[in-house]
């Protein structure tokens, strides 16, 4: 008798997802580099619903998981976090300061 997963996804496939149970196989294949690793280990991390839902096949190493994240990645937060510091405008409402988007959106949805 053949045992077959029920449901497979590569690293790629399962972003933007959640499932409530993770078999992941966090070890670092030969080829793939250090930055591309550490992305694949969070993704795989972050896919199940809770840690009781997620298990490990082989773990990557400490040394891996415990970097920073990619340089290109760190980059790419701080200048969208730049953009969105010009793009908003605070703005007095009773001595209370507002940002312009959350007061639109409070308007829309109320």
């Not at 053949?2 to 294949?29: C, K, L």
Request: net charge negative; charged share 25%; proline share 6%.
């Amino acid at each position: 008798m053949q045992v077959a997963p029920a449901d497979t996804r590569i690293v790629y496939a399962a972003q933007g997802e959640t499932f409530d149970a993770v078999v992941a196989d966090m070890q670092r294949p030969p080829s793939m580099d250090p930055d591309t690793h550490w992305l694949a280990c969070y993704v795989m991390l972050s896919r199940a619903r809770t840690l009781e839902g997620f298990l490990v096949l082989r773990p990557a190493l400490f040394k891996e998981l415990s970097r920073l994240p990619p340089q290109y990645l760190l980059d790419e937060i701080d200048r969208l976090l730049a953009l969105e510091k010009e793009s908003t405008v605070d703005i007095v409402v009773e001595d209370q300061s507002i940002n312009f988007i959350a007061l639109i959106l409070l308007l829309v949805f109320l």
